[in-house]
């Protein structure tokens, strides 16, 4: 893409973590998103999109990810709505986390007031890597003796360690799981009911698009509103 002389970079990173510090070694980084104009010619604006990459330079979109986290709590109470409940969280370094957690906890709070959820476990995964969510969900479910009922995964990644975890227990299709992303092991799990709550990146490509659309037309991005990006269409 860059030799054929692409004016800007859109990432949908995996791990973002890991994106940083390459795009970072490639000398591709822009400058802050509030400044009018990129540092140099030579490098290249991106937009990280859903995925923080923890660089500076790089312009974050994202959806209302605490609407994420309602949206997965209620996926799962709908299913299961007493019992004990493990929250399998992201990285404890990445502010989508705790927004994404805050969600969650909005709707699961009256459960747990009225003494219809208990939380039985709350674990950062790092990375959001599935290993490692795997190993927080067994010691999860060695500690309580396998008597989890739900567990509120933040992202298919986690999503799909807590179900490895389950499946060598002999519990997979049996506690409902919550996830995002909308990988094709995720939709693969749903059909297969190990896990249910996925959403869809189909709009956040839209805006991505536009907020590069904005780059390219050299307008400042400090702000951007709704009617900042239906200017674009």
Not at 46 to 70: C, H, K, M, W
Not at 79 to 85: D, M, T
Not at 150 to 169: I, Y
Request: glycine letters at 10%.
């Amino acid at each position: 893409m860059l030799a054929a002389g692409a004016l800007v970079l859109g990432i949908s990173a995996i791990i973002g973590a890991t994106a940083g510090p390459a795009l970072a070694a490639d000398k591709l980084l822009g400058v802050s998103c509030r400044q009018p104009r990129w540092r140099s010619r030579t490098v290249i604006p991106t937009v990280g999109y859903d995925i923080q990459i923890e660089e500076p330079g790089i312009f974050y979109l994202s959806f209302d990810n605490a609407e994420v986290g309602r949206i997965q709590a209620r996926g799962v109470v709908d299913v299961v709505n007493k019992g004990r409940f493990a929250y399998i969280k992201g990285s404890p370094t990445m502010e989508i986390t705790e927004f994404v957690w805050g969600g969650q906890v909005e709707i699961l709070t009256a459960y747990i007031e009225k003494g219809d959820i208990e939380i039985v476990c709350e674990l950062y995964s790092d990375g959001w890597l599935p290993e490692n969510a795997q190993i927080n969900m067994e010691q999860c479910l060695t500690a309580n003796d396998n008597n989890v009922d739900a567990v509120v995964a933040s992202n298919d990644g986690t999503a799909g360690g807590v179900v490895a975890a389950l499946a060598s227990q002999g519990l997979a299709g049996n506690i409902p799981v919550s996830g995002q992303d909308g990988d094709i092991a995720a939709l693969n799990r749903i059909a297969k009911g190990y896990q249910t709550v996925v959403d869809t990146v189909r709009t956040q490509d839209v805006t991505k698009d536009q907020v590069l659309g904005m780059i390219i037309l050299g307008k400042r991005i400090e702000e951007e509103t709704e009617e900042d990006l239906a200017s674009l269409h």
